[in-house]
């Protein structure tokens, strides 16, 4: 499979009830061909999502 057939549609927002473990997204401000996978969610207390995401090439989070 190509490493961009990996990504999330580009330009295409999640919908937060979409947002789970394991899900691959391309965050657009990083890395023009970077694919993350979301390791976990948090929500602060002003309701922000906040996603740790590692890196699925470098493994770099």
């Known amino acids: 499979?190509?490493?961009y057939k990996k990504r999330h549609n580009v330009g295409m927002k999640?919908?937060?009830?979409?947002?789970?473990?394991?899900t691959l997204i391309h965050i657009s401000c990083t890395n023009f061909a970077c694919v993350w996978k979301i390791i976990s969610?948090?929500?602060d207390k002003?309701?922000?999502?906040?996603?740790?995401?590692?890196?699925t090439e470098s493994n770099k989070k």
């Not at 999502?49 to 590692?54: A, C, E, M, R, S």
């Open 1 to 3: 499979m190509s490493f």
């Open 41 to 43: 969610i948090e929500t």
């Open 46 to 55: 002003e309701n922000e999502i906040w996603l740790n995401v590692i890196a």
């Open 14 to 22: 999640i919908p937060t009830d979409k947002l789970c473990s394991g």
